[in-house]
T-cell receptor, first 114, second 110 residues
């Protein structure tokens, strides 16, 4: 069954700690995206990657980092520099460029501060 | 950067009533996509509109793309409790990014 798997579902971060959110897809999609969703808000783009070993900053990249070493994996690290990390994080993928193709989303990771 | 605005932010209806959400862009769009997010869930793609003035239907849902390709609407006829959720429109910015509207949260009184 193809899809996008995000883990963990819930994550708690201590002050000064970096945490990494996992995103894996078996859809053979080229493009992958990370979004942040705050309560009652839309989706804001953090980072995106159109191809392996290449990624671009989105609108709110500060305090976050990513890697794209494999086509199927696009982990997001929330660094200690991100002062307000509490949010719902969504990973998505699309066959080609997201502007012309539907984006498929994972179930998300809810990150909170301890 | 480009902005995509949605109104209303919230809408509460009685089951069986109609519902409409509107999406407006600050720039002309090559296409627009619509997504639905159920409470506690993730966004799910509904449809993409490409042509000026295009109208597409999915059962009780009617999607329209404006003639100037700067606005769009989603209309639900005779809402059901399964329609509860937040509806987002999204338009392209540049060649690689989608910009999402803030969404319209629909709640329904059964």
């Amino acid at each position: 069954d193809g899809g996008i798997t995000q883990s963990p579902k819930y994550l708690f971060r201590k002050e000064g700690q970096n945490v990494t959110l996992s995103c894996e897809q078996n859809l053979n999609h080229d493009a992958m995206y990370w979004y942040r969703q705050d309560p009652g808000q839309g989706l804001r783009l953090i980072y995106y990657s159109q191809i392996v070993n290449d990624f671009q900053k989105g609108d709110i990249a500060e305090g976050y980092s990513v890697s794209r070493e494999k086509k199927e994996s696009f982990p997001l690290t929330v660094t200690s520099a991100q002062k307000n990390p509490t949010a719902f994080y969504l990973c998505a993928s699309s066959i080609g460029q997201g502007i012309n193709q539907p984006q498929h989303f994972g179930d998300g990771t809810r990150l909170s501060i301890l | 950067g480009q902005q995509v605005m949605q109104i209303p932010q919230y809408q509460h209806v009685q089951e069986g009533e109609d519902f409409t959400t509107y999406c407006n862009s600050s720039t002309t769009l090559s296409n627009i996509q619509w997504y639905k997010q159920r409470p506690g869930g993730h966004p799910v793609f509904l449809i993409q509109l490409v042509k000026s003035g295009e109208v597409k239907k999915q059962k009780r849902l009617t999607f329209q793309f404006g003639e100037a390709k700067k606005n769009s609407s989603l209309h639900i006829t005779a809402t059901q409790t399964t329609d509860v959720g937040t509806y987002f429109c999204a338009g392209p910015e540049g060649a690689q990014k989608l910009v999402f509207g803030q969404g319209t949260r629909l709640t329904i009184n059964p």
